[in-house]
């Protein structure tokens, strides 16, 4: 029988055909759980549209820092927590992007569910694959980082249209100490409600400037967050069928890969029933980001008042929008497995209000004291079981201090 490669076969001969040197690259993958290159592709395939670009961020940049300045002294009259040096940018949505698709923007919430994806294909492997070993185990692995980076890059594509700021999710997502708008989403909202657009720029630099003091000079914030991901993530049950079933069954074919894209960017990819365990992790982290949203929302309704005239059709109209969820908090819900908003958005500023009545707001501020005083679920729903623990705390620190 002849050679059909006359000379002989060699592999090398399909490293210069696109399609299998982009197989090849995505394959050899071994930065982590999330591709993050594939995943930074499909984000700016999806957010890097003329709405989304406006032309003059340049200009914008000089706007927002200055209003960010100015928002930091109001705030100083409110809180004791200090303000936070950082950057206070105007991205366009691919700036924002080519940050955010990492593994410090929202790699820090992604990658601890896909490290337990990758684990669960791992073991789900069949007997006679399992046995090649470490190289099969890298197989996987590159398998696990394509698949997350596929979703990754949709969640952030779709964010990237839809947020007002880095912290419009209630949580960082780019470095804590970045404050910035995306793209032109927030002059579209102020003009879809009829906002002054300078008093909605101040607006919004407060609520970024409040949270970067949160989640920024906070040290343990931020990490009491990942772990609480972590948490829920080590708790969640991959089903490797169900989850390709979702997936329309799709096969892996390096001969198609737009239906490979397109099943890997579907609303039903990759979605996660919560456990028992899970549920439980939810409640916790969902009081978290319903405290943080509604001592930054008291925050900037404290140093607004008497400064901006519309911060209070503003603030309602921002409640009705957080309540809702955008296209890239639905991709991000399904990815995750979880919603990171609260049932009911109107439970951390009641618990604020509260506090602060009985307290003041030097009060409120002791939640930042340490992670221990973070209240928990039951008592954001009522304040008094929150105050008579720290009160509590209060007279044993003094039984402490005069024992000494």
């Known amino acids: 029988m002849s050679d059909p490669f006359g000379g002989g076969f060699d592999p090398r001969m399909f490293q210069n055909v696109p399609l299998f040197r982009e197989l090849a690259k995505v394959m050899s993958w071994t930065g982590g759980p999330v591709n993050w290159d594939l995943a930074t592709d499909t984000a ?13 961020a340049g200009a914008g940049d000089s706007e927002f820092r200055d209003a960010v300045s ?3 002294l109001w705030l100083d009259a409110v809180t004791q927590l200090p303000a936070i040096d950082g950057p206070a940018l105007s991205m366009t949505a691919a700036e924002w992007t080519r ?14 569910v896909a490290r337990g994806m990758s684990a669960s294909l791992s073991d789900e492997l069949p007997a006679e694959l399992a046995g090649f070993g470490a190289q099969m185990n890298q197989a996987m692995e590159s398998l ?24 419009d999710l209630g949580l960082p997502t780019l470095d804590p100490r970045t404050v910035g708008t ?43 967050v990942a772990d609480l991901i972590g948490q829920f993530a080590s708790q969640a049950s991959f089903d490797l069928g169900a989850m390709m079933e ?34 439980a992790t939810l409640r916790r982290l969902q009081a978290v980001v319903a405290l943080v949203d509604g001592w930054g929302e008291t925050m900037v309704a404290a140093a607004a008042e008497g400064r901006l005239t519309q911060s209070a059709r503003i603030g309602e109209a921002m409640r009705r929008r957080r309540a809702e969820k955008g296209p890239g908090e639905r991709a991000l819900e399904q990815l995750l497995g979880l919603d990171l908003k609260p ?40 304040p008094s079981r929150w105050l008579v623990r720290m009160a509590a705390v209060e007279i044993e620190a003094e039984l402490d201090g005069d024992d000494g």
């Open 343 to 382: 049932a009911d958005v109107r439970v951390g500023p009641a618990f604020c209000a509260a506090v602060i009545t009985a307290r003041g707001r030097e009060g409120l501020d002791r939640v930042w004291q340490d992670a221990s005083h973070l209240p928990t679920a039951d008592e954001l729903a009522e």
């Open 182 to 224: 995306v793209g032109d989403t927030a002059q579209q909202f102020a003009g879809d409600y009829g906002f002054d657009q300078v008093e909605f720029r101040y607006w919004l630099a407060l609520r970024e400037a409040a949270h970067r003091r949160m989640f920024a000079g906070v040290s343990w914030l931020r990490p009491a």
């Open 44 to 56: 700016m395939a999806i957010a890097a549209t003329p709405q989304t670009l406006p032309a003059a």
């Open 246 to 279: 979702g997936m329309g069954g799709i096969s892996l074919d390096p001969s198609n890969p737009e239906a490979l894209r397109e099943a890997l960017s579907s609303p039903d990819a990759f979605r996660i029933e919560p456990t028992t365990e899970q549920r």
């Open 70 to 72: 100015t928002a930091e």
């Open 99 to 112: 940050q955010a698709a990492t593994s410090t923007g929202l790699g820090v919430y992604l990658e601890p």
């Open 144 to 167: 696990s980082a394509m698949l997350y980076g596929v979703q990754a890059g949709t969640v952030a594509g779709n964010l990237a249209d839809q947020l007002l700021g880095v912290y």
